[in-house]
């Protein structure tokens, strides 16, 4: 049985949906801070704040939970606006996830981000073991975040495993103040307006995934044999590396009309510029077979009928 925290975000309403089809509904009761509305509300959900170590504890038990996936985090933009209230969800959520983990044995799944990589560090095919000094409030949650999680398994055995997330783009839940998410905007502004403005100034090279090969990869490292597992937290792990333009051209393919321009956001740009042009995947890919399935053309294919579909009336 799966608890997962954050299930209402970007990540955790797919996460939610996909783990339930995978190992039955009642088997995964999603968590959030808010009411569950929709799917979600089909199968085992209650309110969770993760800053409270007492509701993330008394949920598991309740539930009796072998595993804990937690994604509740305030994202890179965010918590730029924020600093002391990321530091206070980001890591006082973290921290009680991996103590509840600690104490009722279970396995341990969150996610770091190319995030966690600052200005000094390698930007072209960026290592897995690199040199990590973020420039952010969210990168330092996310370097600690690993580090974190890597001293639960050595110190106390914790079954603890991630991975640096590219920015990913879905079509189910939009993300919230996060510096990739132009990269989702940009579709549905293309299915609206057939017009974007870009607040990512043209140039700007970030990895990207595709939401399907981002559940897949968190169900497959999960699965994986823990004896091949060299690495343990924050598996880079990439599909695409793109900057706006790219967008712009895969959108034109089938929407030949479509315009981008710019108006830079000089704090997600910021943000931006501190990030890597491209990660080096082949750890995760040598260590437990990752293989993203979508390139940038297979992604906007989807992507465009996926957004089509909600606009059609
Ligand atoms: C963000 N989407 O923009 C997240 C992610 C790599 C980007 O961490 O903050």
Redesign the pocket.
């Given at each position: 049985k799966i608890l997962v925290t954050g299930a209402l975000g970007?990540i955790g309403s797919e996460l939610v949906v996909k783990l339930r089809e995978t190992y039955g509904v009642e088997n995964v009761i999603g968590t959030d801070i808010r009411k569950a509305e929709g799917i979600i509300a089909e199968g085992p959900f209650e309110l969770v704040d993760v800053t409270d170590a007492n509701q993330v504890y008394s949920v598991a038990k309740k539930y009796n939970v072998d595993t804990v996936m937690h994604l509740a985090a305030l994202?890179?933009?965010?918590?730029e606006e924020n600093p002391k209230l990321a530091w206070h969800i980001n890591m006082g959520g973290l921290v009680n996830a991996l103590e509840t983990a600690r104490e009722l044995n279970l396995q341990f799944f969150t996610?770091s981000?190319?995030?966690a990589f600052g200005p000094t560090t390698p930007k072209d095919h960026t290592p897995q073991d690199t040199l990590q000094r973020p420039t952010t409030m969210?990168g330092v949650n996310?370097v600690s975040g690993e580090l974190l999680a890597d001293y639960y398994y050595h110190r106390f055995g914790v079954d603890t495993r991630g991975v640096?997330?590219?920015?990913?783009i879905s079509h189910v839940t939009l993300?919230g103040?996060?510096?990739?998410?132009y990269a989702v905007e940009i579709y549905y502004e293309a299915i609206k307006h057939k017009t974007y403005t870009s607040c990512i100034a043209e140039g700007t090279y970030?990895?990207m995934m595709y939401m399907p090969d981002a559940l897949n990869a968190i169900i497959q490292l999960m699965e994986a044999d823990p004896n091949k597992l060299k690495h343990r937290n924050a598996f880079n792990i990439s599909a695409i590396s793109a900057a706006p333009e790219d967008f712009a051209k895969s959108i034109q393919k089938h929407i030949p009309d479509f315009k981008l321009d710019y108006q830079v956001d000089p704090v997600?740009q910021r943000?931006a510029d501190s990030?890597p042009n491209s990660i080096d995947s082949s750890a995760a890919t040598e260590e437990w077979g990752f293989k993203a399935a979508y390139d940038l053309d297979k992604m906007t294919n989807e992507m465009l009928n996926k957004v089509n579909m909600k606009f059609v009336k």
């Amino acid at each position: 049985k799966i608890l997962v925290t954050g299930a209402l975000g970007q990540i955790g309403s797919e996460l939610v949906v996909k783990l339930r089809e995978t190992y039955g509904v009642e088997n995964v009761i999603g968590t959030d801070i808010r009411k569950a509305e929709g799917i979600i509300a089909e199968g085992p959900f209650e309110l969770v704040d993760v800053t409270d170590a007492n509701q993330v504890y008394s949920v598991a038990k309740k539930y009796n939970v072998d595993t804990v996936m937690h994604l509740a985090a305030l994202l890179s933009a965010k918590a730029e606006e924020n600093p002391k209230l990321a530091w206070h969800i980001n890591m006082g959520g973290l921290v009680n996830a991996l103590e509840t983990a600690r104490e009722l044995n279970l396995q341990f799944f969150t996610p770091s981000s190319i995030g966690a990589f600052g200005p000094t560090t390698p930007k072209d095919h960026t290592p897995q073991d690199t040199l990590q000094r973020p420039t952010t409030m969210y990168g330092v949650n996310k370097v600690s975040g690993e580090l974190l999680a890597d001293y639960y398994y050595h110190r106390f055995g914790v079954d603890t495993r991630g991975v640096r997330y590219p920015g990913l783009i879905s079509h189910v839940t939009l993300p919230g103040g996060g510096t990739t998410d132009y990269a989702v905007e940009i579709y549905y502004e293309a299915i609206k307006h057939k017009t974007y403005t870009s607040c990512i100034a043209e140039g700007t090279y970030m990895d990207m995934m595709y939401m399907p090969d981002a559940l897949n990869a968190i169900i497959q490292l999960m699965e994986a044999d823990p004896n091949k597992l060299k690495h343990r937290n924050a598996f880079n792990i990439s599909a695409i590396s793109a900057a706006p333009e790219d967008f712009a051209k895969s959108i034109q393919k089938h929407i030949p009309d479509f315009k981008l321009d710019y108006q830079v956001d000089p704090v997600k740009q910021r943000i931006a510029d501190s990030w890597p042009n491209s990660i080096d995947s082949s750890a995760a890919t040598e260590e437990w077979g990752f293989k993203a399935a979508y390139d940038l053309d297979k992604m906007t294919n989807e992507m465009l009928n996926k957004v089509n579909m909600k606009f059609v009336k």
